[in-house]
């Protein structure tokens, strides 16, 4: 353990990891509401849209833990990791290991698929997403299916996210959840270079402004 708990995520990735969380409970439940609730799905879903897309920006342009190149690792790295997480003892790496970090791609994939689909696709009565008018009837249809299906993965993986947090609570002792709060990890091995949270505001503008033009094209 470091003398000083070495401080791992930024408050950027913290506000988007919880913002998160609570704009996706709000989208299940507008979601099945519908009626005029649905256009508070629609606002709730541009959030996420503008958080992941400023998480993707940060992935490349922000702290050394948040970015994709240090947590997207190749085959090797990934097994090595796996036989890690059978054992008891906490894994020090200051930022995402690297199975998890594969879960995070593919959490933020989902997510953008979940968005992209959202802005097709229609309720058949009151309500479409603002790029319908460009897809027609029966595209819309087809993007709403993927819409519905696509949340059944999201939630899938969330319950394999929450299954795994647990898993390193109880085997490993780590509390993640935690550590995604106040941003530390008493038993990482080295200090991240973590950036102002300032520095995430242009990128956060850039991808509300980015979300505002595709809603409003
Ligand atoms: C750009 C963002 C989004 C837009 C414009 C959007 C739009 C819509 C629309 C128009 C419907 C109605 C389709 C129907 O009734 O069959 C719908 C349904 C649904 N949306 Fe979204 N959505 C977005 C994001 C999201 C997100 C982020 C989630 C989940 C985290 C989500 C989950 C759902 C679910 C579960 C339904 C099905 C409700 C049901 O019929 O039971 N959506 N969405
Ligand atoms: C809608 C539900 C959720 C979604 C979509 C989600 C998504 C994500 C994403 C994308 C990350 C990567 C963060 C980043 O690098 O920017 C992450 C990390 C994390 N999430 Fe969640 N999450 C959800 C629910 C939860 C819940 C309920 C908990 C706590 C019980 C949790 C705890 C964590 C922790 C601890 C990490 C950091 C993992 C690590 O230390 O490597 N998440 N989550």
Known sequence: MSATPAKVWDLPVRLFHWALVILCGFS??????????????????????????FRVMWGFAGSASARFASFLHGPARVMAAVR???TPAPMQVAGHNPLGGWMVAVMLVCLL?????????????????????????????????????????????????????VWH?????????????????????????????????PWLAASAGLVMLIVNL
């Open 28 to 53: 299940w439940w507008s979601a099945e509401e519908g009626g005029l609730t649905l256009q508070y799905h629609m606002w709730a879903g541009y959030s996420i849209l503008a958080l992941v897309i």
């Open 84 to 86: 890690e997480l059978l």
């Open 169 to 201: 609570r109880v085997r490993k002792g780590e509390r993640l959840t935690a550590a995604m709060v106040h941003g530390r990890k008493p038993w990482a091995d080295g200090q991240p270079r973590l950036a102002p949270a300032w520095r995430a505001l």
């Open 113 to 165: 698929v979940q968005t992209g689909s959202g802005l097709f696709a229609n309720d058949d009565i009151l309500n479409e997403g603002p790029l319908y008018k460009y897809a027609g009837k029966a595209l819309s249809d087809t993007l709403t299916s993927l819409h519905h299906l696509n949340f059944n993965v999201l939630l899938g993986l969330v319950v394999l996210h929450v299954l795994a947090i």
